[in-house]
């Protein structure tokens, strides 16, 4: 398998969460001395607590993207996780990390025979439940309200509706008339899904290897159409291009019911 990443992008991203951190650990701490020294003047009260608010804010936003953005042994970046559970997929399928496209950002697409699938991560650890596309995440109260600083769920769906059409426009728009899937992926390895009606795929990354071999190859969807799309798709920024080939025996998986 290709492997082919904006190391610009992801450098930039976790820049920006380390700083928003800092920052707004300083906003929170510099509230404190303030307001002890100024209890008498009503207008700085006030505006320390727009300084703690503020601060709250953007420390808890800084703590979220230093923990989207970093890789280690307890916790898999999202492309990274991406890359470990598809290495055994041939040199036929291409995964683009953060593929800069006019209209937004799309995190993750892969390039593969049967066409374009539109990879939607989330690294939300807990329970979650989409019916009819509306997503609420589970487990008890407490754990809810003490994980604001932790990966959010938000709502998959809407985030895949829009880099499906982001993938689409770019597609049509250079005159590739090719299949885009879908499919919306947790990352996390202690996701617990339950999933009643969602107008894409939904499943852990661990289920992902099969998805992607299930695609059936489109004779018209040629090698160099390939490459071109990769091109198309992969060429914003400094990117990093892994190849990885896989020593493994292909895995017969049986077709999904429709």
Not at 45 to 51: F, Q, S
Not at 70 to 92: F, P, V
Not at 109 to 135: H, I, Q, S, Y
Request: net charge negative; proline share 4%; charged share 25%.
């Amino acid at each position: 398998m290709r492997i082919i990443r904006d190391k610009d992008y992801v450098a930039e991203r976790q820049k920006r969460a380390k700083l928003s951190a800092i920052f707004g650990f300083l906003a929170l701490a510099g509230t404190f001395p303030v307001a002890f020294l100024m209890q008498g003047n009503s207008a700085v009260v006030a505006a320390t607590y727009i300084l703690l608010l503020g601060g709250f804010v953007l420390f808890n936003r800084g703590m979220r993207g230093v923990s989207t953005w970093s890789h280690n042994a307890r916790h898999a970046r999202q492309d990274m996780a991406l890359d470990a559970h598809l290495d055994s997929l041939s040199e036929r399928h291409t995964l683009i990390h953060y593929a800069g496209l006019e209209g937004g950002m799309v995190d993750h697409v892969m390039v593969v025979p049967g066409g374009v699938v539109v990879l939607t991560t989330t690294d939300f650890p807990g329970e979650a439940k989409c019916v009819n596309d509306r997503w609420q995440r589970g487990g008890p109260m407490l754990s809810r309200m003490f994980s604001f600083s932790g990966p959010q769920l938000g709502n998959p769906s809407v985030a895949a509706d829009k880099e499906f059409a982001i993938v689409e426009r770019t597609l049509e728009g250079a005159g590739h008339d090719v299949d885009i899937y879908t499919a919306i992926v947790f990352t996390a390895s202690t996701a617990d899904l339950e999933v009643d009606g969602c107008s894409h795929p939904v499943m852990p990354v661990d289920e992902l290897s099969a998805f992607i071999r299930d695609i059936e190859a489109d004779p018209e969807f040629s090698a160099s159409e390939r490459d071109e799309v990769i091109q198309l798709l992969g060429h914003t920024g400094e990117v990093e291009t892994v190849v990885k080939t896989s020593t493994r025996r292909p895995v017969k998986v049986k077709k999904r019911a429709a």
